[in-house]
């Protein structure tokens, strides 16, 4: 889905499979400065922001892209024979050339590095006070728990915040997660947690994480993610009482079809 300045945008196909792309509705809400948001479906919305780009271009409009969410930011290296297509991606993107690039809850640094002009903004940062108020999490009692070595060095900064880290062995061919342990040590049992991370896919990393805070006396759990994929409601997340509530955005989901989940906009954060 794209949108032009708070407004989306309504692509239409030729028989063939080609993007008709409307100009008279691009021209109806650009300005001379626009903002492109651009929220992954499939790759076909690359195509549509290139062709809104060039044709912004062409108008002599300046414009600015914000991602909802980094399609291939999860291929962030390469191992053996896999193509680095989040590099791929990211040159496609530079070869736009828009004014600046704000990515929202890349899942690494390499994102960065490799988009020109980008910057990032982390809901899983920003939106913590209010699931803190929501939850009746204590400073003092309860804690926050960063599934990888990658969440603890995003999330890793918030002060005032007891921690505790997981350490996640998994397979990069088939996604399996192989083990999990947890690092840190707790003084007393019935604490509540919150699991910060960037993306919920299916959910087996923050099952197995919650069976491990359970298991040293954690009472009430919830997920905070800047992301959460549809494959959630395929997922075991949703169907048992493991964790109690999952707090994330509308960068993939529209909205939530779970009473277990809250979705907030990006925009009004
Ligand atoms: O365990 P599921 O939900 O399938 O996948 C989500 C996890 O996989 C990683 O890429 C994310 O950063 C998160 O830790």
Redesign the pocket.
């Known amino acids: 889905m794209i949108q032009l300045n708070g407004v989306v945008l309504e692509f239409k196909l030729f028989p063939n499979g080609e993007t008709l792309v409307d100009g008279e509705q691009i021209l109806n809400h650009a300005n001379e400065l626009n903002i492109v948001t651009f929220k992954y479906e499939n790759d076909s919305d690359l195509i549509k922001v290139m062709f809104l780009k060039n044709y912004l271009d062409d108008l002599n409009f300046k414009a600015s892209l914000v991602v909802y969410y980094m399609p291939y930011s ?1 291929m962030d290296r390469v191992e053996g024979a896999s193509a680095f297509t989040l590099k791929y991606v990211s040159n496609f993107i530079n070869s736009l050339n828009f004014d600046k690039v704000t990515l929202i809850e890349p ?1 690494s640094d390499v994102s960065l590095a490799l988009i020109n002009k980008s910057t990032a903004r982390y809901p899983s940062v920003e939106l913590l006070d209010k699931v803190i108020a929501e939850v009746g999490f204590n400073l003092h009692e309860d804690y926050l728990f960063f ?2 070595a ?2 603890q060095k995003r999330y890793g900064k918030v002060k005032g915040y007891q921690q505790l880290v997981g350490f ?1 062995v ?1 397979d990069f061919q088939t ?1 399996q ?1 192989r083990k999990l342990d947890i690092v840190g040590s707790v003084e007393r049992k019935g604490f509540k947690v919150i699991i910060v ?10 099952i197995l994480s919650a069976e491990k805070l359970k298991e040293i006396g954690a009472s009430e759990i919830y997920l905070l993610v800047g992301h959460c ?1 549809k ?2 409601y395929k ?1 075991k997340i949703l169907e048992t009482d493991t964790i109690d509530k999952v707090f994330t955005t509308n960068s993939m989901l529209d909205q939530a079809d779970h009473e277990k989940i809250h979705v907030f906009e990006i925009g009004g954060m």
């Not at 991370?197 to 923050?206: A, I, K, N, P, V």
């Open positions: 999860r899942h599934p990888d990658g969440a996640k998994r996604g997660i991370d960037d993306l919920c896919s299916y959910g087996g990393t923050f994929e494959s959630i997922g």
